[in-house]
């Protein structure tokens, strides 16, 4: 379990900006829940299930993306840690 698997797309604030980025070829780009919410198929899924679905908008890579949330203009990743 992780916050992919614990999140819906339909829980976030319609503001706000995920990061998707492409594993092949390094592409990023940037869509707003919003955005991503007019697709049917994404209505009512997980973060894990968005990653799943969606891929590289380069018409010649097409490859698997990956999706973080990002905050106040950065990308914020996992804080914390054994003490």
Known sequence: MNWKTDLKLADLDATTSLEITCKRCGLVHYQTQARLMQRDALRHAYLDQ?????????RMCKGRVRVSLVYDGKMEGFVGGMA
């Open 50 to 58: 968005v990653e799943a679905a969606l891929t590289c908008t380069d």
